[in-house]
């Protein structure tokens, strides 16, 4: 081939590239979050993004599709089964104080225009192919089930706790990509067991409720509450999720990875 | 006779002019240098950023009886993130567009002005700034404004930055002699940060000093947002300020190289805004970790001399230590669990790992992307030596693709888990002398020490708590009801000590009973 058509052939492919560049590859099909509520006018779509703008995006990005520490709301199932803004209104007047969000006294007419908002940002979010700033269950496919298994097994310490036909039987139908990912890495919801001695040697077992450095409180056998001062009694917890943390360290991405695809094997 | 007369009536009157200018609440800059023990002049307290109090009535031995003395309530259900001034007898702080000047004895409102309804992002608010008998704000939609102090009127109104460009703005100005410094934020847009003098009578920009290229500079970056307000070091007449991250944030093909000056702390002439050096705590960050937490400067010894230093607890799990005058490196070390970095460089600045930059199927980082430190204030005790900073260990994932683009955020992250831990790290050896877990979950307050030797700050479920500087022991606390979103602040006034402590849209004030005697 002469120069002039190396240089040709060169550049067209710097064009095709830089075309596909800027037009991503449409993602794998996934389960799309849909909205199950009639479309809103606009103008209450726009009020709703005003409000949006000012007192969420900051967290949730501008177009709900995650920003500074908050999640992507276009994704979100709490968004997907919101009717008419029942989900939502709860979420955003009492807001999420173990996660850091904070509470908004809105009117029920702001609220409304609120929902209406996520619910559009959804449905464009549904349909757009590029530019997105989530992940995909495609993303997530990089990883070895062999040797996934084998740290489950081996050196991730997970069989010590787990078992792929016992509790963690069918978990890859529970949950999908980045959802599966995070309860693996850290299963939030799992609730730690604490026994309180008093001092008149008097032992009381529950889950724990609540814990800080003054008051310890659980739930007993009979799920009702009960807390102490924690200078008056001892206190023993065990916390199931203790391991998932003491692994924070130890993981390799690849080791990630590899459990990833493992556990999506688990239908 | 006649003249003599006039003269003598014309200087009566000038006379009380000053007399009652003497007696209005005035804030000469000169005070600011060394502020007095009933004032709280500036965001930090002094220029220095130590958040450190001489006060002493107050006492590890007797702060078990410290109580409510009075509260002051907004109702509003945002919370509060200023730290107020007090000068004069009269608090002065914001929460998002109110500002509030309250009776700094009995927490009575004096006046309330509220910024017109705008469309900048409303995440929070850190106070005002104060010259002779006016007082700067800086809106959500980055206008600085100038109030008159006595009543909250407006005197001029001067746009920062282009709100709808994507920037806003959110700190507590800083006063120096005769220029008020600005700062601002935007994270969304490929915006350049940068810091701002402005003529405190005229509301006039006296310099700029960008922090990044201008937009649209190939393969270059944008970001270098100034959010927090700097230090002041007046005997070398240096501006110290911090950095925050690039933009696009979390992807860095379109940015190659250490893309200066995002993630530095930077020292500056404040009356030219001329850079004088720069220290990189970040280079090419793909994590969003501004390094923008308080540059506290420290006067202390290294290897038995004497050494005027500036340390920053920064939001990439890195303790530095620099040398203020010239920049140059003295310690780095980490103050919890980091691995996105390689080591660390000849001029003490961390190593990216390519590996653990943001990648389709994404990277386990700690910190996570709030970082092991952010806006809550460390204090130095230089009794003790002590840094105490209110750390949050965490761990997250990272993700970023190509068709997450090279605009703004330009990537996702999701963070796993964190827990609180209060730290106390020797200055000189970056070791950690002493470390509080205060519980998993969200972060701490901010930190505020005094000469006694205590150090208040708050848990992440809304306890208040006064620790002994020395070893960490909690010595006293109270149940607020809502995690601290402020760093605190002291001074004394009629002869008793005074601890203002802000929790939900709630400012609290906490003394002893009888002063203390």
């Known amino acids: ?55 969420c995006a900051f967290c949730h990005g501008r177009d709900a599709a995650g920003g500074e520490t908050g999640p992507d709301l276009t994704r979100s199932k709490l968004v997907s089964e919101d009717k008419g803004g029942d989900n939502i209104s709860v979420v955003v007047r009492n807001g999420r104080p173990d996660k850091g969000m904070p509470a908004f006294n809105l009117s029920d007419a702001e609220l409304n225009s609120l929902q209406a908002f996520l619910h559009n940002r959804m449905l464009i979010a549904s349909t757009q192919k590029g530019g997105r700033r989530g992940v ?33 039987a069918g978990i890859a139908t529970r949950y999908q990509g980045l959802r599966l990912e995070q309860r693996m890495l850290y299963p939030g919801r799992a609730r730690a067991t604490v026994t309180v001695t008093t001092a008149s040697g008097q032992t009381i077992s529950g889950t724990l409720a609540y814990r800080d450095e003054f008051t310890i409180a659980m739930r007993d056998a009979n799920e009702t509450y009960r807390s102490w001062p924690m200078d008056k009694v001892k206190v023993s917890i065990n916390d199931p999720i203790q391991a998932h943390v003491d692994l924070f360290p130890k993981y390799t991405d690849d080791d990630i990875h590899n459990l990833m695809a493992y556990l999506q094997t688990l239908r | 006779m006649k003249l003599l007369q006039s003269t003598l009536i014309l200087a009566l009157a000038t006379f009380s002019l000053s007399s009652s200018r003497m007696a209005a609440q005035d804030l000469e800059p000169a005070q600011i240098l060394h502020p007095s023990t009933d004032s709280w002049p500036t965001y ?121 460009k994507g920037y806003w703005t959110t700190e507590a100005p800083l006063v120096i002699r005769d220029h008020v410094l600005v700062g601002v934020s935007g994270d969304f847009d490929n915006l350049r940060g940068f810091i701002r003098s402005v003529d405190p009578e005229t509301g006039k920009t006296q310099w700029n000093w960008y922090a990044s290229p201008e937009a649209g500079t190939s393969n270059a970056t944008t970001g270098g947002m100034t959010w927090m307000t700097g230090t002041y070091d007046p005997d070398l007449n240096l501006l110290y300020w911090g950095t925050g991250n690039p933009t696009p944030v979390l992807t860095g093909s379109s940015r190659p190289g250490d893309n200066l000056y995002t993630c530095s702390i930077v020292a500056l002439n404040p009356d030219t805004g001329q850079l004088t050096w720069a220290f990189s705590a970040s280079p090419h960050d793909t994590h969003d970790w501004d390094a923008v937490e308080t540059p506290i400067l420290i006067d202390g010894t290294v290897n038995g001399a004497p050494r005027k230093l500036l340390a920053q607890a920064s939001r990439n799990g890195y303790f530095f230590v620099l040398d203020r005058i010239t920049g140059k490196s003295v310690l780095t070390t980490t103050f919890g669990p980091t691995n996105w970095a390689l080591g660390i460089d000849k001029q003490g600045q ?129 149940g607020t009801g809502s995690p601290m979103q402020s760093s605190p602040i002291t001074y004394e006034l009629d002869g008793q000590q005074y601890v203002l402590t802000s929790s939900g849209g709630i400012l609290f004030s906490w003394t002893l009973p009888n002063n203390g005697q």
């Open chain 1, 1 to 55: 081939m002469s120069k002039g058509t190396i240089s040709a052939v060169l550049l067209t492919a710097i064009v095709v590239a830089l075309h596909y560049a800027q037009k991503p590859v449409h993602a794998a099909a996934q389960p799309q979050q849909t909205s199950a509520n009639a479309p809103a006018a606009a103008s209450v779509i726009d009020s709703g993004g005003a409000l949006f703008y000012t007192n």
């Open chain 1, 136 to 168: 995909d269950v495609s993303d997530l496919q990089t990883g070895n089930k062999d040797a996934g298994m084998r740290y489950f097994q081996g050196a991730g310490g997970c069989a010590k706790c787990h078992s792929p036909t016992g509790d963690l």
């Open chain 2, 44 to 164: 930090h307290g002094d220029y220095s950023g130590r958040r450190h109090s001489t006060l002493t009535q107050i006492t590890p031995g007797n702060v078990g009886n410290l109580g409510l003395s009075w509260v002051f309530q907004t109702n509003q259900t945002a919370p509060i993130k200023s730290s107020p001034l007090m000068v004069d007898g009269v608090l002065y702080f914001t929460l998002l567009e109110n500002v509030y000047a309250v009776d700094a004895r009995s927490g009575h409102q004096i006046w309330h002005y509220t910024y017109p309804p705008n469309k900048g992002f409303h995440i929070g608010q850190r106070g005002l700034g104060m010259y002779k008998g006016y007082l700067f704000y800086l809106s959500p939609d980055a206008h600085l404004v100038s109030l008159n102090a006595k009543d909250g009127s407006v005197r001029w109104n001067v746009i920062v930055a282009d709100y709808t």
């Open chain 2, 350 to 478: 961390p190593i990216p790992n390519p590996a653990k930059e943001p990648t389709p199927d994404g990277r386990l980082i700690a910190p996570d992307e709030s970082g092991l430190n952010n806006y809550r204030s460390s204090s130095f005790d230089p009794k003790t030596g002590l840094f105490i900073v209110d750390s949050h260990p965490a761990w997250s994932i990272y993700f970023a693709k190509p068709e997450d683009g090279t605009y703004g955020w330009a990537g996702a992250d999701y963070g796993l888990w964190g827990k609180a831990v209060v730290e106390a790290i020797d200055y000189q050896t970056g070791k950690i002398r002493w470390s509080r877990e205060f519980g998993e979950g969200g972060a701490s307050a901010g930190v505020m020490t005094t000469d006694s030797g205590l150090a208040f700050t708050g848990d992440p479920f809304g306890n208040l708590v006064a620790l002994h500087t020395s070893d960490g022991k909690t010595l006293w606390h109270a």
